[in-house]
């Protein structure tokens, strides 16, 4: 009998790597959180949604529309198990502990390839906790899957690529944009270039965006405070130039970059260092994704490379399960070249648009971090000041990093708070464990009567 | 509270209608619209924070932050970013009284 490989996410990584695995005849199951395979950048829309690839991915329909396909014509030829709506909650043994529709199953694997993407990367802003402050790409995703805007009159503010794509893509479809606050200033954009020109395509189509938007795009923002009512945003102020502006709004979409998502990786037992040009904790792993025995890692949960960097770590890490069960593999040699390109680039990236640490640290006492519970930054300091500067000590006396979301939107920024109170360098005040479930999970779903393994369903 | 939407519609509306109860009053929603579109289309938030006196929109719309978590009248909690609109849902931005 074939070993038994599960790929958890089924976005580029994830569709990439189950293509290069069926290609070679094996039968990988995938698990994913989506209604319909795609991850977030090129997410789905509904069933019975109309929009037009074009519309929806703009220059990327292609990428779009070859991914989506490939992933049908794997599940329509019934070369993979699919179980789609479904969250791994923990590892243990050898199996997943997965949530389905259909409750809580256990999924056996003998590798595993963990693709589970990346979240956008938050700094806190004075307010954020407010009714209609989302995510950069919650913005993205709201159009993209349900063709709505998430207000009338939206700010985007932050830093990245991200930043003036969905500002564009907003208007394009017919949104409202009041600003588009950028904290990155050009001069740190300039230092950036030269690396990001491995793909002088995408900085010219970047320019091209930002011209298009004119005086309401601004570098080198600083971010002053989000004012809001009972029912939500009502303005952000924010300082250019020494100039105190106030942008009227009744939505704001935030984001620095993105933020691998490593918690499964974590269970699955990788290793992890604290990378200082991603400012983030990034896994440990060889060129090809191998983190761990019968462990592989792909996509922007490895590292943030993008899209299209997915699609080759996705292949990377199959050909590498592949090569490690002792069957042959495709040639990998073009795919290196190309990520060591594409590593440049998200290099470059990463330098011009840098997390925004010196203002994290500087937040006043009153500003939330913790934005599931409402724990203040203040609160976080007193607790560094009671019980040390560990991470995970920090969060047992704060609660910063406990809530619901489990430290996703408040890891880094609490780090940056905790390492500033005891004057350390972030990366030695540590990462927090990963906890299992990795999301919540009724009650109910624990004791239902089936536990065995199911061998997926196709739809 | 505001009956007004958060959201604004900009394609994709020729799809049959949903109706819906929030908090008791009848709403309308669209087919395919998630809970926290069909929310947001009919309000400015979807529940109040347990922490704080704001209320709340969602965050991150692809079931990361939990942000987003609503009540129903029949028990079960929903995520409303990943949870479809069905026709005769009845919502809570509140936990019921009873509730500990």
């Known amino acids: ?459 | 509270m505001s009956t007004e939407g958060r959201i604004r519609r900009l394609a994709e509306e020729d799809r049959p209608p949903v109706e819906f109860a929030l908090d008791g009053r009848d709403c309308r929603a669209l087919l395919g619209d998630t809970v926290l579109t069909a929310v947001l289309s009919n309000a400015k938030t979807l529940r109040h924070s347990e922490f704080g006196p704001e209320g709340r929109a969602g965050f991150c719309l692809m079931g990361a932050c939990q942000d987003c978590w609503m009540w129903q009248e029949s028990g079960p909690r929903i995520r409303a970013c990943s949870t479809p609109i069905a026709e005769g849902m009845r919502l809570m931005s509140m936990p019921p009284r009873e509730w500990p």
Not at chain 1, 113 to 135: D, F, K, M, N
Not at chain 1, 245 to 261: M, S
């Open chain 1, 1 to 459: 009998m074939s070993e038994r490989v599960v790929i958890v996410g089924a976005g580029p990584a994830g569709i990439r790597a189950a293509e290069v695995l069926t290609n070679a005849g094996l039968r990988p199951t995938v698990v994913d959180e989506g209604m319909r395979s795609g991850g977030q950048i090129y997410r789905r829309a509904p069933e019975g949604f109309k929009r037009a690839a074009d519309k929806l991915y703009g220059s990327e329909a292609k990428k779009a529309q070859a991914l989506h396909a490939c992933f049908d014509r794997m599940l329509a030829e019934d070369r993979l198990a699919y179980f789609p709506l479904s969250s791994v909650l923990a590892i243990a043994d050898d199996g997943l502990q997965v949530l389905t529709a259909d409750g809580l199953q256990q999924i056996a694997f003998d590798r595993l390839i963990i693709a589970t993407g990346a979240t956008e990367r938050l700094a806190p802003v004075p307010g954020w906790e407010s009714a209609g402050v989302y995510g950069l790409g919650a913005m993205q995703i709201a159009l993209k899957a349900q063709g709505v805007a998430l207000g009338r009159r939206i700010v985007l503010a932050g830093s990245g690529p991200l930043l003036t794509l969905v500002a564009t893509q907003l208007e394009a479809a017919g949104a409202e944009i009041a600003a588009v606050l950028d904290t990155s200033s050009l001069a740190k954009q300039l230092h950036g270039l030269p690396q990001m020109l491995a793909r002088p395509r995408l900085v010219a189509r970047g320019m091209a965006m930002r011209a298009q938007l004119g005086r309401r795009y601004r570098a080198g923002v600083r971010l002053d405070r989000i004012e809001t009512s009972s029912e939500g945003v009502e303005a952000i102020s924010w300082t250019h130039r020494g100039t105190t502006h106030r942008t009227e709004c009744d939505a704001v979409g935030l984001g620095w970059h993105l933020r691998a998502e490593t918690q499964l990786a974590g269970l699955a037992g990788a290793t992890f260092t604290y990378d200082h040009s991603f400012a983030q904790w990034l896994p440990k792993a060889d060129a090809m994704g191998r983190a761990g025995e019968r462990l592989y890692l792909a996509g922007d949960g490895l590292r943030i490379r993008g899209a299209d960097g997915a699609e080759v770590a996705g292949r990377l890490a199959a050909v590498a399960c592949l090569e490690d069960m002792g069957l042959s593999a495709p040639d990998a040699r073009a795919d290196a070249r190309r990520m060591r390109r594409l590593d440049r680039f998200a290099e470059g990236i990463a330098r011009a648009f840098p997390w925004p640490a010196e203002v994290v640290r500087q937040l006043p006492d009153d500003a939330v971090v913790c934005r599931c519970e409402s724990i203040t930054a203040g609160a976080l300091r007193d607790a560094v000041d009671a019980g040390g500067s560990e991470a995970n000590r920090a969060k047992s006396l704060s609660r910063v990093g406990m809530g619901r979301c489990q430290g996703r939107y408040c890891q880094l920024a609490g780090a940056e708070i905790v390492a500033a109170q005891a004057n350390l360098d972030v990366a030695t005040v540590g990462r927090l464990r990963d906890q299992a479930p990795v999301r919540p999970a009724p009650i109910g779903a624990m004791r239902s009567p089936d536990h065995s393994t199911r061998s997926g369903r196709n739809n």
